[in-house]
Every structure is written in C-alpha cells, then in structure tokens.
C-alpha cells in the first residue's frame, strides 16, 4: 500500500508559478522513482518529469527550464515548481511512485490528480 496525495494546484495567470505538492505514505521503502505526469483535455496523459533515486531527472521538452522537480525525503514528498506557465500547461497533474528493481515486477502508484489551469 502506497498512497499518494497532491497538492498545491489551483487556477494561475498566464506568466505566473505554482507548486505542486505530493505526499507519500505507505510502503515506499522500494520506490526509486518519482516523477509528475499531466493530462489536458482531449489529450493523452504524458510525462512531465521523472527523478530516480540517484538524482537523475528528465523532462518533457515543453517545460525544460521552466519546471522542477525534487524530493524532500524527510518529509516524504516530492515537489513540481512551475514557473512562467502558460496557457498549454492547463491539465489535471499526477504524481507517480515507481518501483524498478531487479528480479521484481515493475509496479505504479498514482496519486488522484490535482488540477492546474492556467488562464490567457
């Protein structure tokens, strides 16, 4: 059992940040990797971010430099800075918890979304 809660979504200007929280809870000692994905209307969910446990990230080509992900381990808690969003940001968000592990099946956990827009 994995639980997942985001935070932090709401409706932003054009131009402006949001930071979306997402807490874990659970049995997450096997979790290396984190990441947020997004889904907007009409469209399919895609990844915006990932972080492994050794501190590698990726990002979705459209919010390279302008989002951030990372963890606060203490706290159990990944983060999403958005800054300078945009229009095309609007989506409902989700966290993610992975577990790639060697000899194990892959497994997923999400978190029930938090919605994100961003007016003109």
């Known amino acids: 059992q994995v639980q997942l809660v985001e935070s932090g979504g709401g409706l932003v200007q054009a131009g402006g940040s949001l930071r979306l929280s997402c807490a874990a809870s659970?049995?997450?000692?096997?979790?290396?990797?984190i990441g947020w994905y997004r889904q907007a209307p009409g469209k399919q969910r895609e990844l915006v971010a990932t972080?492994?446990?050794?501190?590698?990230?990726n990002y979705a080509d459209s919010v390279k430099g302008r989002f951030t992900i990372s963890r606060d381990n203490a706290k159990n808690t990944v983060y999403l800075q958005m800054n300078s969003l945009k229009p095309e940001d609007t989506a409902v968000y989700y966290c993610?918890?992975?577990?790639?592990?060697?000899?194990?099946?892959?497994?997923?956990?999400w978190g029930q979304g938090t919605q994100v827009t961003v007016s003109s």
């Open positions: 993610n918890a992975g577990r790639r592990v060697d000899g194990l099946s892959p497994r997923d956990y």
């Open positions: 659970g049995n997450i000692l096997s979790i290396n990797v």
């Open positions: 972080l492994t446990s050794g501190g590698i990230t």
